[in-house]
T-cell receptor, first 110, second 116 residues
């Protein structure tokens, strides 16, 4: 069954603004991952945060993880038109499976 | 490295036909998986493999078969295509560091399948 659920489902922002999206999950996890998918392409891994980590940064990306609330957030700072994509969270529960959420469409307006 | 490659890119089948979607990776990854992506549904796991000779079912395995005879290849077979199998199919691979834990997945470009 699907574990990750992203919120909001769609986001439209101006270039230069920050974009924040959230992901909730139901069971305990080993790690949580965020992926980006440009239209018509495969998914690209962005960042992985382990269950014992609370925050992680990679360039303009900041991910937080709150295991007590079973939620994560992805922040993209100073967005660019090239950040227009769908963003997915995925959770690993230690059973050799990665469970993906339904995705979050972000449109950055130049 | 070519990474993860998938063929064909597009395919149209008639109901009842069978076909094999090909997936290959050149990164010596132990873990490989197949997902289908439908509008509003995210990605759903069909089958996965933790190494040559080992496969297991995912969330939506019905109507699909897989085999893993080599580390590099992980073909997905549709036994008797149905309109409900119209979807975009993605193959992915990764190298597990510890048993049971799934790490960064490398995705192929996808196969867009239409069943009429």
């Amino acid at each position: 069954s699907q574990q990750g659920e992203e919120d909001p489902q769609a986001l439209s922002i101006q270039e230069g603004e920050n974009a924040t999206m959230n992901c909730s999950y139901k069971t305990s996890i080993n790690n949580l991952q965020w992926y980006r998918q440009n239209s018509g392409r495969g998914l690209v891994h962005l960042i992985l945060i382990r269950s014992n980590e609370r925050e992680k940064h990679s360039g303009r990306l900041r991910v937080t993880l709150d295991t007590s609330k079973k939620s994560s957030s992805l922040l993209i700072t100073a967005s660019r038109a090239a950040d227009t994509a769908s963003y997915f969270c995925a959770t690993d529960a230690g059973n050799n499976r990665l469970a993906f959420g339904k995705g979050n469409q972000v449109v950055v307006i130049p | 490295n070519a990474g993860v490659t998938q063929t064909p890119k597009f395919q149209v089948l008639k109901t009842g036909q069978s076909m094999t979607l090909q997936c290959a990776q050149d990164m010596n990854h132990e873990y490989m998986s197949w997902y289908r992506q439908d509008p509003g549904m995210g990605l759903r796991l069909i089958h996965y493999s933790v190494g040559a000779g080992i496969t297991d079912q995912g969330e939506v395995p019905n109507g699909y078969n897989v085999s893993r005879s080599t580390t590099e290849d992980f073909p997905l077979r549709l036994l008797s295509a149905a309109p409900s199998q119209t979807s975009v199919y993605f193959c992915a691979s990764s190298n597990p560091i510890s048993s049971g834990t799934t790490y960064e997945q490398y995705f192929g470009p996808g196969t867009r399948l239409t069943v009429t």
